[in-house]
């Protein structure tokens, strides 16, 4: 899979927005950009993904830089339950599996 | 409770046991992942099915890793002879692959410690 970059750990006050960024440098044209969390002692789950247009949903925001080579996730109220650790993830066209790399552990301070 | 479900949720086993780990996908999922999580890392991908199709294993550490899904729907990972550096979370995954694209649900996972 195509590497991405990503903070080792950021602090964000609550109430605040978390921005959350994340280097793709080597992310090809058809390649999207997936964004999962993990909260402490569960599965990771499904934040959001896209291509080249910004994305919104209930839970964050995507912003894809023009180049593509990079991204940032934005939760714009973050609360204590959006500590987690953050995963960025660029997969090969194609590929079925995702690769998690290390990720940004992102703590939410009251 | 419409989720991945995964049982146990911890496991201890003593050197050279076997194991198996269940997976219940949601209803309906075609595809099916399983992935292995050591302590303070992310998880890394095991095994891949499309019903009950293994298409991918690559990510199987050693032979003593073994994953079925004979009906297409629950799955089992097995570990025989178990061995200390087993020892990591491991997750289950299932998607629609309808488009093709990548969201997965994961479960909780199960906790293996070996002694």
């Known amino acids: ?110 | 409770g419409a989720g991945v479900s995964q049982s146990p949720r911890y496991k201890v086993a003593k050197r050279g046991q076997d194991v198996a780990l269940r997976c219940d996908p949601i209803s309906g999922h075609v595809s099916l992942f399983w992935y292995q999580q050591a302590l303070g890392q992310g998880p890394e991908f095991l095994t891949y099915f499309q019903n009950e199709a293994q298409l991918d294993k690559s990510g199987l550490p050693s032979d003593r890793f073994f994953a079925e899904r004979p009906e297409g729907s629950v799955s089992t990972l097995k570990i025989q002879r178990t061995q200390q550096e087993d020892s990591a979370v491991y997750l289950c995954a299932s998607s629609f692959n309808l488009d093709r694209d990548l969201i997965q649900y994961f479960g909780a996972g199960t906790r293996l410690s070996v002694l």
């Not at chain 1, 602090?11 to 402490?40: F, K, M």
């Open chain 1, 1 to 110: 899979d195509a590497k991405t970059t990503q903070p080792p750990s950021m602090d964000c006050a609550e109430g605040r927005a978390a921005n959350l960024p994340c280097n793709h440098s080597t992310i090809s044209g058809n390649e999207y950009v997936y964004w999962y969390r993990q909260i402490h002692s569960q599965g990771p789950q499904y934040i959001i993904h896209g291509l080249k247009n910004n994305e919104t949903n209930e839970m964050a925001s995507l912003i894809i830089t023009e180049d593509r080579k990079s991204s940032t996730l934005i939760l714009p109220h973050a609360t204590l339950r959006d500590t987690a650790v953050y995963y960025c993830i660029d997969p090969l066209f194609g590929n079925e599996k995702l690769t998690f790399g290390t990720g940004t552990r992102l703590t939410i301070i009251p």
